[in-house]
């Protein structure tokens, strides 16, 4: 038989930082939500997964402090672009308010005219099918319209509030 040892969070210890370093020991993939209105618009988001095949739909996460979100439900459909391990700064670009995030960044539309970052991963174009609350985030579920991915590409991985340093080099592929 095994026995547990106590936790390191207990419920007299338990903290908004206590939840975020023990949640950061599961690794995520990295994603860019884009749309296009007036201008394209993006912002990454590390919290996204696959939801359901029958209705293909997908679900992320983006924080109620987002100023990007609401202007992308505003327009119906967006894409989630899937980050390859060579976009760290990509990532950060996109995670930073009040810049040009697209300056330097070449895209082209998808079916619904959103933009696919250029060698990405994978990329999943959506409309907005439902959103609910989550606490200090809205989760927002996306029906998939169209999507495709480079099987040659590895994922950019967040880790422990970092991305680690080619995940991938010494294993092969995924």
Known sequence: MTRRTESA???????????????GSFCTGVVIVTAVGDEPLGFTCQSFTSLSLDPPLISFSPALTS?????????????????????????TKFARSGTDKYAGVEWTPSPKGSPILDGVVAWIDCTVWA????????????????????????????????????PFAQGGNA
């Open 131 to 166: 959103e609910h609350d989550g606490g200090d985030h809205t989760i927002v579920i996306g029906e998939v319209h169209d999507l495709a991915s480079d099987l040659q590409q590895h994922p950019l991985l967040f880790y422990r509030g970092n991305y680690p340093q080619r």
């Open 67 to 91: 100023t990007t979100w609401p202007r992308i439900r505003k327009i119906g459909t967006f894409c989630v672009n899937v980050l390859a391990e060579n976009h760290p700064e990509l990532s």
């Open 9 to 23: 969070v207990t419920a007299r210890s338990f903290t908004s930082l206590a939840m975020r370093e023990v949640l």
